[in-house]
DNA sequence: TCCAACATGTAAACGGTTACATGATTAC
DNA sequence: GTAATCATGTAACCGTTTACATGTTGGA
C-alpha cells in the first residue's frame, strides 16, 4: 500500500526519499503518511521489483540526493492497482472500540472522552475547510478545474470534510444520551433497580454480540 | 491494541481463543476483528504479562477449550487505557489514496470504483440499520436502555450508518462531478485547450500538495 | 464413512513505529 | 561556532496477514 502511495506521487514528478518525507509530513488529507526509516527501504524494494529506478544527483544546496523515477513497469503495476476492486467497509477505529465498551468506564470519563475527540475533530475540519477555501479559489471548483489534478485533492478534502462534520453531529448525539442516562440515573436514586436478568443463549453466556 | 479489544470482550464473561474467533468473525461494527492465527499467541501473551488467567474445560462437544479470564492486574491496565488520551483524526483509506489518483486513470474507471464502492456502502449501511433496529427493539433506545452495555452497541451502530451516509452522499457528489467533467470534455474536444503551464516553486517542483 | 463444527496452533512475510545514528551545507 | 535544514539510513520491536498444519466429536 505505501509502496503505491509512493508510486503516486513519483508517476508525477521524480522524487528523492527526502522530498518524500516532506510530503507524508506536512499532507493533511491523505492519510498516508510514512516515517523516514520506512521511506528508504520502501524505495529499494520498488527498486529490487523494477518499480523505480534512481540517479544520484549533485544538490546546489545540500548533500547528494538519489532521486527516484517511475519506470514502465512501475507505471503499468500503477495502472493495474488503480483499477483492481477495492474493499472500503472495515476500518478499525480506536474510539468505536472505547465507545462499545462505554459500559466499563464512569459516566463522566466518556463524557470526557466524547469533549476530547470533539474538540480535535473540530480543528480538524476548520483546517480541511479552509485548505479546501484556498485551493478552490485559486484552481476553481472540481467540475471545471482545467487540471485533473486539482479534482482529486478537492475530492478528498470534501469527503474528510463532510465525514468530521457526520462524526461531530455523532459526538453531540452521544453526548446527549449519556447526559440523559446520567440524569435518569440520579433522578431514580434510592429508589428500587428495575434491572431484569439478561438473556441466555444455550451455553449460559449472554447473547448480544452482533 | 488488539489485546484491549480482547481484555474488553473478556472483562464481561470468560471466553476461549475460538469463543472470541467467532465473536470477530461475525461481528460487524466492531472494527476490532482478527485472525486465529492472531488471537491464540496474543492470549499467550496477555497471561504472561498476567491481564488474564486460564484452566482448561472439558466440553460436551469437541475437545478440550482453554477458557481465559480478566485478573485484577488485567482489569486495572483496562480501566487506565481507556482513561488514556486518544488520537483520533489519522485515518487511512485505500479509498482516498485512489481518489487523490484519479487523474492517473481515465474517468469510466474512476467511475467503475465509485460506483463499486456504493453498492458496498449501501449493502453495509443496510446490514447496521437492520440490526440497530433490531437491538432497539429489543432493548429499547440507548437513553433509556437498562443495561449500560446496550448503549455501546446502540452508538458504535449509530455512528457507522451515520458516517455511511455521509460516505454516499460524497459518493453522488464525486459521480456527479466526474460525470460534469466527461460532458465538457467531450463538447471541448476539437478546440484549442485552454491548459495553462502549472505555478513551479524554487525548486522548479510544481507546488500543490497540503 | 465422511462432513461440519469444535478447538488450537506454527511459520513466514509484510507493515508500521520508535529510537538511534551520521554527516553536509548554509545562514546567522 | 552553532543552529537549522538538507540528506540518508540501521536496528529492534510490535502488529497484522496469509498460508499451512493438526486433531476431536457428533450427526447424516
Known sequence: MLGFSI???IERMPLSGYDLKKRFATSLVY???AHDSQIYPQLRQLEDHG??????????????????ALTEQGAAALRSWLQSPIDDTRQKSELMLRVWSSDLMPPETFLGLLADVTRQTQEHAARLTALHKQIRTRYGPPEVSWDPKHVGVLLCLEHDIQLAQAKLAWLARATEVVEMRVARASAEQGRQGNVAEPALDRDGREELWP
Not at 52 to 65: K, N, Q, T, W
Open 7 to 9: 508510486m503516486q506521487l
Open 31 to 33: 492519510g498516508w503518511y
Open 51 to 68: 518499480y523505480v529506478e534512481s540517479h544520484l544527483e549533485s544538490s546546489s544546496a545540500g548533500p547528494d540526493r538519489r532521486v527516484y
